[in-house]
């Protein structure tokens, strides 16, 4: 039986043309998978920095089957694996904290593969208020309507169910549910997706230390080590054979 949090990565193995489809006009099909890899390098780090003493191990949640030594580098050493089938984002949700509660973690937080500068501090401050006493869910709200965390200490299936996915209304529909079945909710600071060209240009903004419209006051992103050089290597001259 495992102890303290799990925390989660849910992602799609970055394989050249599969994923991110909205990024490829920026990068072609190969840019954007080892974008994508960036991300989930970045994200990963970010859970590592949550503070071990709280207890926590990391996971990737992720497809398809048979693309695991194309992720596994991709993540610390240690980190778990658990494959998601066909099935809505809220099968995939509720099946992957329901194992990871099964599996004896106190709390299982689960976020996005999208957010590479995400704040280690907020992922810590979701284990925190789901370790308070009593029952309530946590969601770091997404500037797109969706959330880029969502935190449990218990399964509920019905949190997951008729939920308009890849909608303005995700976050909206899942509070709803949530109230109805009478589950409290905590809310963190918003943070941002970076999916299009629009989030993208926030993240080349965030990158060069230019504020974000939403972000808290002192709510720092994380270094996003990978994504900053994958970048600047996109920006550097080519030497030619005259230099």
Request: net charge negative; proline share 9%.
């Amino acid at each position: 039986m495992a102890a303290g949090s799990a925390i989660a990565i849910i992602c799609k193995t970055p394989l050249p043309g599969r994923g991110k489809t909205r990024l490829q006009p920026l990068f072609g099909p190969d840019g954007t998978a080892v974008l994508s890899a960036c991300f989930i390098r970045d994200v990963a780090a970010a859970v590592e920095a949550v503070p071990e003493a709280i207890g926590r191990h990391g996971y990737a949640v992720y497809a398809p089957v048979g693309s695991e030594d194309v992720l596994r580098p991709l993540l610390p050493p240690g980190w778990g694996l658990l494959a998601w089938q066909d099935g809505t984002l809220g099968v995939v949700l509720d099946g992957a904290i329901s194992a990871f509660l099964a599996r004896g973690h106190d709390c299982a937080v689960i976020v996005n593969a999208d957010s590479p500068t995400l704040p280690p501090l907020l992922i810590a401050a979701a284990v925190a208020a789901l370790r308070a006493p009593g029952e309530r869910a946590v969601f770091g709200p997404a500037c797109d309507g969706g959330y880029y965390l969502v935190g449990l200490k218990r399964p509920h299936r019905r949190l997951f169910e008729d939920i308009p996915w890849s909608t303005e209304a995700v976050l909206t529909a899942t509070l709803a549910r949530a109230a109805e079945i009478g589950l409290e909710v905590v809310l963190l600071p918003p943070w941002y997706d970076v999916d299009d060209a629009a989030t993208f240009a926030l993240l080349e903004d965030e990158l060069a230390g230019r504020p974000l419209p939403f972000a808290e006051p002192g709510l720092i992103g994380g270094p996003a080590r990978h994504t900053r050089a994958f970048l600047a290597s996109r920006r550097a001259p080519v030497a030619t054979a005259a230099d």
